[in-house]
T-cell receptor, first 114, second 111 residues
Framework: NAGVMQNPRHLVRRRGQEARLRCSPM?????VYWYRQLPEEGLKFMVY????????ESGMPKERFSAEFPKEGPSILRIQQVVRGDSAAYFC????????????FGSGTRLTVV | ELKVEQNPLFLSMQEGKNYTIYCNYS?????LYWYRQDPGKSLESLFV?????AVKQEGRLMASLDTKARLSTLHITAAVHDLSATYFC???????????FGAGTILRVKS
């Protein structure tokens, strides 16, 4: 079991470019969560998805950010027209049910906007 | 809205000493998680506490949950250098699924 796989591990983008972050959940997990961690801070919830559905996007910025979890393939967090303030570590977690029993985190993608 | 207060935010300890990290939360929740994060790394799950009065221990770490007081503690016994890391507590809302994290406690154990 490879765990939660995130790629890329590090991503550098110039201001105004697009960033695409990928997350493949653990085998058997159908619930995916994205969190953002700014330097020296805790993790902030962004969005919760199940296959083909966004369940809770209350933590997503209203503009430039979007997420999807298609029927086939990984979950994608997309940031359009990146700005320096988007520089952060983005973590994906997955779980097997909606029971809150356990979450497994990926290694994260560290986005740097230059 | 669920809010989590974690303290202290920074803890410098001598090896062999004991200390406690506290997590207070603001609303009804009975699911409490403790995670460890090393610099530049992901989060490692330490404990999942699911009921009032739950106590779990792993090595030099012991976590407890008091849902009536809305308090969880992470107790460190006889600290060793390998415990140096950032520790986060997190809760889920009673009827939700997202984790709400505390700000984290940076623990440094000095020889």
């Amino acid at each position: 079991n490879a765990g939660v796989m995130q790629n890329p591990r590090h991503l550098v983008r110039r201001r105004g470019q697009e960033a695409r972050l990928r997350c493949s959940p653990m085998k058997g997990h159908s619930h995916v969560y994205w969190y953002r961690q700014l330097p020296e801070e805790g993790l902030k919830f962004m969005v919760y998805l199940q296959k083909e559905n966004i369940i809770d996007e209350s933590g997503m910025p209203k503009e430039r950010f979007s997420a999807e979890f298609p029927k086939e393939g990984p979950s994608i967090l997309r940031i359009q027209q990146v700005v320096r303030g988007d520089s952060a570590a983005y973590f994906c977690a997955s779980s097997s049910t909606a029971s809150n029993y356990g979450y497994t985190f990926g290694s994260g993608t560290r986005l740097t906007v230059v | 809205e669920l809010k989590v207060e974690q303290n202290p935010l920074f803890l410098s300890m001598q090896e062999g000493k004991n200390y406690t990290i506290y997590c207070n939360y603001s609303t009804t929740s009975d699911r409490l998680y403790w995670y460890r994060q090393d610099p530049g790394k992901s989060l490692e799950s330490l404990f999942v506490l699911l009921s009032n009065g739950a106590v779990k221990q792993e090595g030099r770490l012991m976590a407890s949950l008091d849902t009536k007081a809305r308090l969880s503690t992470l107790h460190i016994t006889a600290a060793v250098h390998d415990l140096s890391a950032t520790y986060f507590c997190a809760f889920t809302m009673e009827y939700g699924n997202k984790l709400v994290f505390g700000a984290g406690t940076i623990l440094r154990v000095k020889s």
